[in-house]
């Protein structure tokens, strides 16, 4: 199966549709997985696929035992790659018209309760009242994922401009390049600036403008985060392990719980769609229904 239509879509999805180069990876990694299963069916032309062939392609992924989100998602991948290439003439007639896959079962994401997240966040300035710049910085990343609820890949891109320690912001770019502003409160900033304090002592040729820089002076990566984020949380007593991203439901659900309208923590999280945000409203559902029927004598 040739694959030389391929660049020609990664193309298409840089420019004309501005996906980011990560999104770009999956859908070529998608079209790859299907390029091999057509190739192991002899099938040697994108003109020879027909609708049969897509479905046999999903069917054996599920019979592989492949998550329903990895199966929704190739199908998704594989009807933009087609409904393209039918209308840039590579093919007559787009087989995926007719495709479905699997509804992607909206599991809730895990979360910590609030004396949880407190307590996260004490743990990290105990730790951080000591010499080592490292640990301020530490509690500074924690205190702003909570804060704000951004992504771990919005805070390492981060620079000391984008965040306003008057006002209280940060200036996020998010997916697709949107840029946004999210708030954050007094517990955040007081860390940031005793983290910018210390950050010289870490700074190095090279380390340019990142807020958060590694020990060896170069800008904080998304795996960094995540282990500060693992090690923390594991002090806290019957916490679940989350990363970075468990921080970010955590803040969206904490939100909701204290009265923020739905369009507001929408806007602050960066979604596209309302409908992203709404699984909020599930989980702060879900554990008032847990906390009534622990409590209530009649539940």
């Known amino acids: 199966m ?7 879509f ?14 770009v990876r999956a859908y070529r990694g998608d079209l790859e997985a299907l390029a091999a299963f057509l190739d192991e069916h002899e099938t040697t032309e994108w003109s020879q696929v027909r609708l049969g062939d897509l479905r046999s392609w999903l069917a054996s992924m599920d019979g592989g ?4 989100g990895t199966i929704a998602r190739r199908a998704a991948s594989a009807r933009a790659y087609f409904r393209w290439a039918a209308r840039t003439g590579v093919i007559d007639q787009d087989p995926s018209l007719r495709l479905q896959s ?3 079962t909206r599991a809730l994401p895990g979360v910590l309760k609030q004396d949880e997240a407190r307590a996260l966040m ?14 301020r910085r530490d509690a500074a990343v924690l205190e702003l994922l909570y804060a704000t609820g951004i992504r771990v890949s919005e805070l390492t891109g981060l620079d000391i401009d984008d965040v306003d320690l008057g006002e209280r912001v940060a200036r996020v770019v998010g997916k697709g390049d949107k840029e946004r502003s999210v708030p954050f409160g007094v517990p955040a900033a007081r860390a940031l600036e005793s983290w910018l304090a210390v950050r010289p002592l870490l700074v190095i040729e090279g380390s ?3 807020l958060f820089l590694g020990r060896r002076g170069r800008r904080m990566d998304v795996r960094q985060v995540r282990t500060v984020v693992h090690r923390l949380l594991a002090h806290v007593a019957d916490a679940p392990d989350l990363g970075p991203h468990g ?15 739905l369009r507001q923590v929408q806007e602050i999280l960066g979604h596209a769609s309302l409908s992203t945000t709404q699984i909020y409203t599930h989980v702060s559902t879900d554990r008032l229904r847990r906390s009534f029927r622990q409590a209530h004598p009649r539940a």
């Open 2 to 8: 040739d694959r030389a239509p391929f660049d020609d």
């Open 122 to 135: 004490d743990v990290a300035a105990v730790a951080a009242d000591d010499s080592d710049p490292v640990h």
């Open 10 to 23: 990664d193309r298409h999805l840089r420019s004309e549709r501005g996906r980011s180069e990560h999104t």
């Open 65 to 68: 035992g492949a998550a329903r």
């Open 102 to 104: 699997p509804r992607r």
């Open 247 to 261: 921080l970010r439901h955590t803040a969206a659900t904490h939100l909701l719980e204290g009265g923020a309208d």
């Open 208 to 210: 340019g403008a990142a």
